[in-house]
Nanobody
Framework: QVQLVESGGGLVQPGGSLRLSCAAS????????MDWYRQAPGKERELVAS???????NYADSVKGRFTISRDNGKKMVYLQMNSLKPEDTAVYYC???????????????WGQGTLVTVSS
């Protein structure tokens, strides 16, 4: 069974840092793109950052210069280092893989269960 499991969320003061992790499990051949999304209360889910298996990254304007996405393909992990956190970064953060390639099929649109990040003093 394939799944994405996030960890690392929690409560942090404004200006603080957190590192989110996402682990992919299953007999995976490859995952080209991995993303982090977030959804704040009363708002739509938005893309925060993405990374290809070659290391090409993309960030939302609101997090550029503060957040860094990285991945370890061997461990099937993706990370989101969040620095200089602001109250408006408070949200549930989701790990996402648009397509996961298995030996005999592809799984499209895989989401983790989410991890809550609260930025508050």
């Amino acid at each position: 069974q394939v799944q994405l499991v996030e960890s690392g969320g929690g409560l942090v003061q404004p200006g603080g840092s957190l590192r989110l992790s996402c682990a992919a499990s299953g007999s995976i051949v490859s995952i080209n793109v991995m993303d982090w999304y977030r959804q704040a209360p009363g708002k739509e889910r938005e893309l925060v950052a993405s990374i290809t298996n070659g290391g090409i990254t993309n960030y939302a304007d609101s997090v550029k210069g503060r957040f860094t996405i990285s991945r370890d393909n061997g461990k099937k992990m993706v990370y989101l280092q969040m620095n200089s956190l602001k109250p408006e970064d408070t949200a549930v953060y989701y790990c996402h893989a648009p397509r996961v390639v298995f030996p005999y099929y592809n799984h499209d649109g895989l989401w983790g269960q989410g991890t809550l990040v609260t930025v508050s003093s």
